[in-house]
């Protein structure tokens, strides 16, 4: 069984930098693709970004193009999404997502019904 656990959110200002970590266990790190998805308070769930099973492609939302950065860390099975510039939209809670993948596949996957492991999230919140 594979365990997701998000950990880096918190109570940040606008224009802050922020850096969400997510530890995977359970099976071979290097063999999913991960994602991070947001959800605001009464919002549907919404893709952020997300990385390939090598590490080596990545995708981002058009909204977080430019401020978000995603990346893969298979020595330390972690994937790690850095926020800069932090605005109030970007308030919502995050979760870190995870797939199996086939070797060498530079996928992304931008949907959450690509996903078959989440984790439970971790809240964010901009002040302005």
């Known amino acids: 069984q594979v365990q997701l656990v998000e950990s880096g959110g918190g109570l940040v200002q606008v224009g802050d930098s922020l850096r969400l970590s997510c530890a995977v266990s359970?099976?071979?790190?290097?063999?999913?693709?991960m994602g991070w998805f947001r959800q605001a308070s009464g919002k549907e769930r919404e893709f952020v970004a997300g990385v390939s099973w090598t590490g080596g492609s990545t995708s981002s939302a058009e909204s977080v193009k430019g401020r978000f950065t995603i990346w893969k860390d298979n020595a330390k099975t972690t994937v790690s999404l850095e926020i800069n510039s932090l605005k109030p939209e970007d308030t919502a809670v995050y979760y870190c997502?995870?797939?199996?993948?086939?070797?060498?596949?530079?996928?992304?996957?931008?949907?959450?019904?690509?996903?078959?492991?989440w984790g439970q999230g971790t809240q964010v919140t901009v002040s302005s």
């Open positions: 997502a995870a797939r199996t993948s086939y070797s060498g596949s530079t996928t992304v996957y931008l949907r959450a019904d690509d996903y078959q492991y």
């Open positions: 359970g099976r071979t790190f290097s063999r999913y693709a």
